[in-house]
């Protein structure tokens, strides 16, 4: 039977084997080679990190503008549904009840791309609510159209302070996106100084801060609107 304490000795001996009868110069062209190929690798990969991290910077630059746009086409939606709402409770006219309609679909589409980027259920739920509440006063009967009106306002009021939650909210969530590429990267990213909501949401989370700044931002413009007659 074989002694394994051999092997050790046997699998030495053939690798001096080898390299006997090697110079000193090819053995110091085979260093110079392995050493080169383990930078080349090395090179590779840093040159593959670096390709994978400038794809998704233009990515998420790409996302950032998409969010963006669709957080502010929320809000100009927001101002036609108001009108078409608003006309509609006081000419009674189909036309612009169809038009309100179609509106408030493209605004709930707008909301469900706003969820998948990242915006705050407790938001889109609260918008979606506003709205409800708009649509079923718009189906009370007509003696009740001014009253509904005013109602119609305030809502629209609410709206427009929740719009502003949710931009403000939108763009907290790319600066923090932002920030996690340039971690990535190796970079330290530049200090933000938050102020009001901005610190509450940095200290409490993206929902808790969204509540706040919903909240914050309505009693602003509760007190800066009257409601219309």
Same mark, same amino acid.
Request: hydrophobic share 45%; glycine share 10%.
């Given at each position: 039977?074989?002694? *394994?304490?051999?092997?050790?000795?046997?699998?030495?001996?053939?690798?001096?084997?080898?390299?006997? /009868? !090697? %110079?000193?110069?090819?053995?110091?062209?085979?260093?110079?080679?392995?050493?080169? /190929?383990?930078? @080349?690798?090395?090179?590779?990969? $840093?040159?593959?990190?670096?390709?994978?991290?400038?794809?998704?910077?233009?990515? @998420?630059?790409?996302?950032?503008?998409?969010?963006?746009?669709?957080?502010?086409?929320? #809000?100009?939606?927001? &101002?036609?549904?108001?009108?078409?709402?608003?006309? %509609?409770?006081?000419?009674?006219?189909?036309?612009?009840? %169809?038009?309100?309609?179609?509106? $408030?679909?493209?605004?709930?589409?707008?909301?469900? %791309?706003? /969820?998948? @980027? +990242?915006?705050?259920?407790?938001?889109?739920? &609260?918008?979606?609510?506003?709205?409800?509440?708009?649509?079923?006063?718009?189906?009370? *009967?007509?003696?009740?159209?001014?009253?509904?009106?005013?109602?119609?306002?305030?809502?629209?009021?609410?709206?427009?302070?929740?719009?502003?939650?949710?931009?403000?909210?939108?763009?907290?969530?790319?600066?923090?996106?932002?920030?996690?590429? !340039?971690?990535? @990267?190796?970079?330290? *990213?530049? &200090?933000?100084?938050?102020? #009001?909501?901005?610190?509450?949401?940095? #200290?409490? +989370?993206?929902?808790?801060?969204?509540?706040?700044?919903?909240?914050?931002?309505? &009693?602003?413009? +509760?007190?800066?609107?009257? *409601?219309?007659?």
């Amino acid at each position: 039977m074989q002694n *394994p304490a051999v092997r050790p000795a046997a699998s030495a001996t053939k690798t001096e084997g080898l390299l006997h /009868g !090697l %110079s000193f110069q090819q053995l110091l062209l085979l260093a110079f080679l392995l050493i080169a /190929g383990l930078l @080349g690798v090395s090179a590779l990969r $840093a040159l593959y990190t670096l390709e994978q991290l400038m794809l998704q910077s233009r990515q @998420g630059a790409a996302q950032a503008t998409v969010l963006a746009t669709a957080a502010q086409g929320l #809000g100009q939606r927001g &101002q036609a549904l108001e009108r078409a709402a608003r006309q %509609s409770l006081v000419l009674r006219d189909a036309q612009l009840r %169809s038009n309100f309609d179609d509106m $408030a679909v493209e605004a709930r589409d707008v909301l469900v %791309s706003l /969820g998948k @980027g +990242g915006l705050a259920p407790e938001l889109a739920a &609260q918008w979606n609510t506003h709205l409800a509440t708009v649509d079923s006063l718009m189906d009370a *009967p007509p003696d009740r159209a001014l009253d509904n009106e005013r109602l119609v306002a305030e809502e629209f009021v609410a709206l427009d302070a929740l719009h502003t939650a949710i931009v403000q909210s939108i763009q907290e969530i790319n600066a923090q996106r932002s920030e996690a590429l !340039l971690v990535a @990267g190796g970079r330290q *990213p530049p &200090q933000r100084h938050a102020s #009001g909501c901005g610190r509450h949401c940095a #200290g409490a +989370g993206a929902g808790a801060g969204a509540r706040h700044l919903a909240g914050a931002s309505l &009693q602003a413009a +509760g007190a800066r609107h009257s *409601p219309a007659g």
